[in-house]
């Protein structure tokens, strides 16, 4: 059974940075892409950030680029988000994703190609 558990959300300043986790068990960790996804209030989920297999390759939003990092350690079949130089408006429900094949890179970006999420941490950066 896969599971993933996040953690590390929190309430911050603009400015701030936060380090989310994602512990994942039950899978075979290093032949998944993993994502990053986030919610907020009233709005549809959206892509944050994706890592391949090894993690040679990376992937971020727009609105994130320059300030957010994605690693993984697969020794720990753990994936991380540094969030750095927070905003307001990254307040959110921050997920983790296990992509739905080992071939889809491609499609990092569609939630739709995710099959297995974590429950969810909680980000509020005050302004």
């Known amino acids: 059974q896969v599971q993933l558990l996040e953690s590390g959300g929190g309430l911050v300043q603009a400015g701030g940075s936060l380090r989310l986790s994602c512990a994942a068990s039950?899978?075979?960790?290093?032949?998944?892409?993993m994502g990053w996804f986030r919610q907020a209030r009233g709005k549809e989920r959206e892509f944050v950030s994706a890592?391949?297999?090894?993690?040679?390759?990376?992937d971020y939003a727009g609105s994130v680029k320059g300030r957010f990092t994605i690693s993984r350690d697969n020794a720990k079949n753990t994936v991380y988000l540094q969030m750095n130089s927070l905003k307001p408006e990254d307040t959110a429900v921050y997920y983790c994703a296990k992509i739905r094949s080992t071939t889809d890179w491609a499609v990092r970006r569609s939630v739709g190609f995710y099959d297995y999420w974590g429950q969810g941490t909680q980000v509020t950066v005050s302004s």
């Open positions: 039950g899978l075979t960790f290093t032949s998944y892409t």
């Open positions: 890592i391949s297999q090894r993690g040679g390759l990376t």
